[in-house]
């Protein structure tokens, strides 16, 4: 079946460590986006993807990073500099320029920093 | 600038009334609305979509929403509530030639049987 895939479903991390969150997809999909999910404000953009091997920042980027070497794959790796990084991260793909194509979405990561 | 507002953090409504779902949006270009519906630690699924077509838009589960280009409002309505709608909504806008989806904050269903 064609979808997204995130692993882990849940993830914990200690304070002052980066982890990184996979996302694939086998949709064929052109673009791919990362967002962050807190109770009541919504989902806010971290990075996105039009293209292998170009990514453009978000709205909340900073304390973030990603690659995105192959069409597949956009993982996404929380750092330290991140303040408060519990939170539930979702990834999505589109077809290509969003105007009229709808974003498909993974079942999401939930980080927990213990 | 695009932005999405619903008008309601939280419904309930009883088991078989009719559900109504609040948006508003604002785009200075022809926009593409979305109406997504998000259980509890789940993705989002997508229940219907605008995009300059019809303005009444039929989705799944006997969700439908009318585009009103006048009011810039988007609603989601359903006849009859059933138990297993009880999840949280989202609201979405893009614009032609962006890569960016524009999300509201959310409304919170609640069915009660």
């Known amino acids: 079946d064609g979808g997204i895939t995130q692993s882990p479903k849940y993830l914990f991390r200690k304070e002052g460590q980066n982890v990184t969150l996979s996302c694939e997809q086998n949709?064929?999909?052109?673009?791919m986006y990362w967002y962050r999910q807190d109770p009541g404000q919504g989902l806010r953009l971290i990075y996105y993807s039009q293209i292998v091997n170009d990514f453009q920042k978000g709205d909340i980027a900073e304390g973030y990073s990603v690659s995105r070497e192959k069409k597949e794959s956009f993982p996404l790796t929380v750092t330290s500099a991140q303040k408060n990084p519990t939170a539930f991260y979702l990834c999505?793909?589109?077809?290509?320029?969003?105007?009229?194509?709808?974003?498909?979405f993974g079942q999401g990561t939930r980080l927990t920093v213990v | 600038a695009q932005s999405v507002t619903q008008l309601d953090s939280h419904v309930s409504v009883s088991e078989g009334t009719p559900v109504l779902l609040r948006c508003n949006y604002s785009s200075s270009y022809s926009p593409s609305l979305f109406w997504y519906v998000q259980h509890p630690n789940k993705g989002l699924q997508l229940l219907l979509k605008?995009?300059?077509?019809?303005?009444l838009v039929k989705g799944i589960n006997g969700f439908e929403a009318e585009f009103k280009k006048s009011e810039t409002s988007f609603h989601l309505t359903k006849p009859s509530a059933h138990m297993s709608d009880a999840a949280e909504y989202f609201c979405?806008?893009?614009?032609?030639?962006?890569?960016?989806?524009?999300f509201g904050t959310g409304t919170r269903l609640k069915v009660l049987a």
């Open positions: 979405v806008v893009s614009a032609s030639g962006t890569y960016k989806y524009i």
């Open positions: 949709l064929n999909h052109d673009a």
């Open positions: 605008y995009t300059s077509a019809a303005t």
């Open positions: 999505a793909s589109s077809i290509g320029a969003p105007g009229g194509t709808e974003a498909f």
